[in-house]
């Protein structure tokens, strides 16, 4: 069966990895959501593509140098669009994402949602990724046990409700 994973969610409408990109993704009808995933300096795990600030935030240097409030405070809005996101896709200083609210978007959809998630690396926290990462899917009831891919894998995605995805050979345990 074909799926339409949306790639940092409804990217081309709204600016990646932000509230509003993932629930148009939803509205739109995506089967899947995707995500990348680091580490902020507090510990938390949120969507963020780039190890630096500079391409998708008013901001620059690492993002592991922040916390997630320090993060939330940025602007990750109009680097990619001058217009105002509807009331229904979040205000603006709930644009950065941690793992668990995809997660809820996903099950509160309605329907089966495949949610994908790529573990960033290098990462400054070592494997403490893939720790916070499992960790959380453990504290989600429902939800079921991720699939873990890592670059040397074969094989396609299976019928689990959640695959992460690694690139390093030792982030596979």
């Not at 995500?35 to 795990?45: I, K, R, S, Y």
């Not at 997630?68 to 669009?81: F, I, K, M, N, Y």
């Amino acid at each position: 069966m074909t799926q339409f994973i949306a790639h940092r969610g409804a990217s081309a409408t709204y600016p990646e990895h932000t509230r509003a990109a993932y629930v148009e993704a939803l509205a739109q009808g995506a089967d899947g959501l995707e995500c990348d995933v680091q580490l902020t300096a507090d510990g938390e795990v949120v969507l963020w593509h780039d190890a630096i600030l500079d391409r998708t935030s008013d901001a620059s240097g690492p993002l592991h140098a922040l916390s997630l409030a320090e993060l939330r405070a940025l602007d990750v809005w109009s680097w990619r669009s001058t217009a105002a996101a509807p009331a229904s896709h979040g205000a603006q200083d709930a644009q950065v994402l941690t793992l668990a609210e995809p997660v809820a978007l996903a099950v509160g959809a309605g329907r089966p949602v495949t949610l994908v998630v790529e573990l960033k690396h290098p990462s400054p926290a070592g494997h403490g990724l893939e720790d916070a990462v499992l960790a959380m899917f453990s504290a989600k009831p429902g939800v079921g046990q991720p699939s873990i891919f890592s670059l040397n894998a074969s094989g396609a995605f299976d019928d689990k409700p959640a695959n992460v995805l690694g690139f390093t050979a030792g982030g596979v345990k």
